[in-house]
């Protein structure tokens, strides 16, 4: 009875079996969704037993002990990254977020992942690991069934076995979404993928001449009050109006934009365009949208508009690599581009701060249009790379009163680190960002606009320990607006238009609005400041699921 058992525990499939009672654990404790945990396990098994099968025909062989290590490594690693993914970014492996942010990451963006996420991604390789050792020693190493084959006992049918699973194995695969939950496949499905939209875009800005946006392009113009005017668009990063004490938060975060409150319509009811930078950007600069998000393809950015139209346009950021990834492709359709940012160590030089000189060089320039973005690294983590040594104010605060209310709430000290730095991030951003108005309000005191968006915001110990990208929270979405117009600028529409509801994947057409460019690709009804604003247009508002009205 015992031996029969042992011999029924041996075979091949039933070990492979037992593999997948690991997705499900993951599942049962919620950490995969019943799609992931279920394409996991089918994949652990039509995988796992035509190895084991092929491992008792030739135990000694070296090639297939190795290719038996490497399918389970694998399937591990396929269970851990999307555990990861899910758990510690409520995301799935397939999302824009995590393949734009696989190709367009860099070095120290990793590090400063790496950092902020020791902990968890810690718990998930610990457990990966135990659940690896174990599965190797108890269903491998220790099979039954090789100590049975070691009696001498002859079995005819293995190698028909072996051969009739890994036909098995192959032929599952000609199913496409088993394919692309494969590892090895899921790589290179997603990179080439995203490869091609990058081709595309490519294609789009080498084709503003001819095709499709250059006909859209060809209706656009100007209202005649747009003669001379400067409008300056600051993009920040990972910032929260929750954290900003203009919008009520508990430490003084906006000391110096304080100072200009009187000058500036701050909006309360403003969402995010999309949880993740280049998504976001995507949305704000181009007629995509969240419900279609695809629109950026074959419709003209806010720039080529912008210089269609004659004016001069600058992009100057501090992030990212003048040839690499998405976000500089949309940049590249500007007629001054400067990346700041060299991006590989903590350098004074990554601070905002030097975006400053070639703004001001913008600011001289003697074009009688301009159109100026900004790209800010901002806030984006680890928090504590963003500030000079004198904006740590609250590195060290341990009993303000935010810091008490976390601890009420259980946080970890840890976690109350992290919003520490962040906050202190917040707080130098308010420098730069007030600095980047007194320089505009300065050299041109009329005819001249200055918008702050921030591309989405931020999780920082809000609802739990964790801190980062978090697209479950409402931190992440509730982003700050702020505009500052020149004193000549026209009188505005309604009294109550800071209170106005919006979405900033619909903001080409406010931006297009204070750049007075009419045509097809300006909608006033969407425009933010617009007479014509309809909020029934925009509402419901529904982010990663949840409801924001
Ligand atoms: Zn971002």
């Known amino acids: 009875m015992m031996n029969r058992f042992k011999t029924i525990l041996g075979m091949p499939p039933v070990r492979a079996l037992l593999f997948s009672l690991l997705p499900l654990g993951y599942y049962v404790t919620g950490t995969l969704n019943y799609s992931q945990a279920g394409k996991a396990a089918l994949l652990g098994f039509l995988m796992l037993t035509p190895a084991l099968y092929w491992r008792e025909l030739f135990p000694a062989s070296r090639l297939v002990r190795a290719t038996l290590v490497t399918a389970i490594f694998l399937l591990f690693l396929n269970i851990v990254f999307q555990a990861v993914l899910r758990h510690i970014f409520g995301v799935q492996q397939d999302d824009v977020l995590v393949v734009q942010a696989l190709i ?46 070691g009696r001498g006992e002859r079995r005819p049918w293995l190698p028909a076995a072996a051969c009739v699973s890994t036909v098995i194995l192959l032929v599952s695969h000609v199913n496409s979404s088993l394919r692309k939950a494969n590892p090895l496949f899921y790589i290179s499905y997603h990179y080439q ?72 319509l701050v909006f309360s009811d403003v969402l995010a365009a999309d949880g993740s930078t280049v998504g976001s950007i995507t949305r704000m600069l181009t007629a995509a949208t969240a419900e279609q998000p695809e629109l950026w393809k074959t419709s003209p950015t806010v720039m080529a508009a912008a210089r269609r139209l004659g004016y001069k346009v600058f992009w100057l950021a501090n992030q990212g690599a003048a040839n690499r990834g998405m976000v ?14 060299r991006g590989m160590d903590r350098g004074e030089s990554s601070f905002d701060e030097v975006l400053l000189e070639p703004y001001r060089q913008a600011l001289d320039d003697p074009a009688e249009r301009k159109l100026i973005v900004v790209q800010l690294l901002g806030a984006h983590p680890a928090y504590n790379f963003r500030y000079p040594e004198k904006f740590s104010v609250f590195e060290k605060r341990i009993d303000d009163e935010v810091a008490e209310g976390l601890r009420k709430q259980g946080r970890a000290p840890w976690a109350i680190l992290f919003r520490n730095a962040y906050d202190c991030a917040i707080l130098y951003g308010d420098h730069v960002l007030a600095r980047l108005l007194q320089g505009l309000m300065m050299k041109e005191p009329s005819s001249s606009v200055w918008l702050y968006v921030s591309d989405h915001g931020q999780d920082v110990a809000h609802h739990s320990d964790f801190s980062g990208h978090n697209q479950n929270a409402r931190e992440q979405w509730e982003v700050p607006l702020v505009l500052w117009r020149s004193p000549d600028s026209p009188p505005l529409a309604d009294a109550a238009l800071t209170a106005r509801p919006y979405r900033n994947d619909l903001l080409d057409h406010t931006l297009l609005g204070l750049l007075g460019i009419r045509g097809d690709l300006y909608d006033p009804e969407l425009d933010l400041l617009s007479a014509q604003f309809k909020s029934e247009r925009i509402m419901p508002r529904k982010m990663a699921g949840a409801q924001y009205d």
Not at 243 to 250: A, R, T
Not at 255 to 260: D, N
Not at 334 to 341: E, H, K, L, Q
């Open 193 to 264: 993928k995203a490869a091609r939209e990058m081709e595309m875009a490519r294609e789009l800005r080498e084709d503003l001449a001819g095709g499709e946006s250059a006909a859209i392009l060809g209706k656009l113009s100007l209202d005649s009050a747009s003669r001379r005017r400067t409008v300056v668009l600051v993009i920040g990063e990972s910032d929260t109006r929750r954290n900003w004490s203009l919008y009520g938060y508990g430490r003084q975060t906006n000391p110096e934009l304080a100072k200009l409150r009187d000058r500036l």
């Open 104 to 149: 367009n990451t860099n070095v120290e963006e990793t590090r400063g992942f790496i950092v902020q996420y020791l902990r968890p991604l810690a718990a998930h390789l610990g457990a990966a690991v135990l659940l690896f050792a174990g599965y190797w020693f108890f269903c491998v190493r220790l099979s039954p069934d090789r100590q049975a084959s």
């Open 328 to 341: 500089p492709i949309l940049a590249s359709q500007s007629d001054v581009t400067v990346f700041t940012n």
